[in-house]
């Protein structure tokens, strides 16, 4: 897929807000300071199109952005940071899960993990969560270029088999590198495979 054009949308404090139109929606999520921004930055090919801070769990609201004016790229704030207050926490978990359960509009759900640490319970949980709710989700493996190629690979297929222990099907996942564009075109081309079957099923 060739990413033509970029924008922002609308940033939304709930499902409510968001955009009335029917494109398909890809969101983006992980725990904070996993290189959400700067993953959807390397994907669009725009570097300040996601804000990226030097202080995590810094979105708060529902992002939205229009991809070749055809789908939205959905920026999704980050779960479990240590540093908000449990009011402000409870806040952003009630809007995502009303989002990832109730938005008729998203289409797949893209979790976020650093590839550099073994597997966290906030991120087995949130994946069991997924499952158990039927929500079609991929994985993605972040920060590749913080580890060998085989490290990196190494460390892929342990956290894919501690999923075996309990997943008959694993999600599928994708391994990327915003510092070196890895994992790109796969996952674009993953978007763009989504959408053509969303075509054909509508004819």
């Given at each position: 897929m060739n990413i033509k054009s970029a924008e922002?949308?609308?940033?939304?404090?709930?499902?409510?807000?968001?955009?009335?139109?029917?494109?398909?929606?890809?969101?983006?999520?992980?725990?904070?300071?996993?290189?959400?921004?700067?993953l959807i930055n390397m994907l669009c090919n725009h570097k300040g199109l996601a804000k990226t801070s030097s202080t995590p769990g810094k979105t708060l609201l529902i992002n939205h952005f229009l991809i070749n004016r055809e789908w939205y790229l959905v920026d999704l704030p980050g779960y479990g940071f240590a540093k908000r207050s449990k009011t402000t926490q409870q806040k952003i978990d009630n809007m995502i899960s009303s989002y990832i359960l109730m938005r008729e509009q998203l289409v797949n759900l893209f979790l976020l993990i650093d590839i550099?640490?073994?597997?966290?319970?906030?991120?087995?949980?949130?994946?069991?969560?997924l499952g158990e709710n039927g929500v079609p989700f991929s994985i993605v493996f972040t920060k590749a270029d913080k580890l060998s190629t085989s490290k990196a690979h190494d460390s892929v297929r342990k956290y894919m088999d501690t999923l075996k222990e309990e997943w008959e099907e694993l999600p599928p996942y994708f391994i990327t590198s915003s510092e070196k564009k890895t994992g790109r075109e796969e996952l674009l081309?993953?978007?763009?495979?989504?959408?053509?079957?969303?075509?054909?099923?509508e004819e």
């Open positions: 922002f949308t609308i940033s939304s404090p709930n499902i409510e807000r968001c955009p009335t139109d029917n494109r398909p929606e890809y969101a983006f999520i992980g725990r904070s300071n996993v290189g959400k921004s700067s550099r640490h073994s597997p966290q319970k906030i991120d087995r949980d949130f994946i069991d969560w081309d993953y978007i763009e495979k989504i959408n053509k079957s969303l075509t054909s099923n």
